[in-house]
């Protein structure tokens, strides 16, 4: 399993809800996401419970947003890797 760098998260793109679809609201998301890569160069301390529990509002009306589905997927990846590093942390 790789490990999650912060250019990881600064390089994300993420594909447009289907059309006919809202998706999440992008500043919402990018909001996160800068958060998140705060967090892996140690300059804040979002936790895998946070990121979990974090919701997005959808994208405003004739907007598409982002794919909830290609969010939640990186997402589940970032709570891995923020349980991974947690746990190295711990061992240390």
Do not use: K, N
Not at 20 to 40: H, I, P, Q, S
Not at 66 to 77: E, I, K, Q, W
């Amino acid at each position: 399993m790789t490990i999650m760098e912060p250019d990881d998260v600064h390089g994300v793109v993420f594909e447009r809800a289907p059309i006919g679809r809202r998706g999440y609201d992008e500043a919402a998301v990018d909001a996160l996401l800068d958060r998140l890569e705060a967090t892996l160069r140690g300059l804040d301390h979002l936790s895998a419970r946070e990121l979990h529990e974090t919701t997005f509002p959808s994208s405003r009306f004739w907007r598409r947003g982002y794919s909830a589905r290609a969010v939640d997927a990186f997402l589940d990846r970032a709570q891995a890797a923020l349980r991974r590093r947690r746990r190295r942390a711990t061992r240390s």
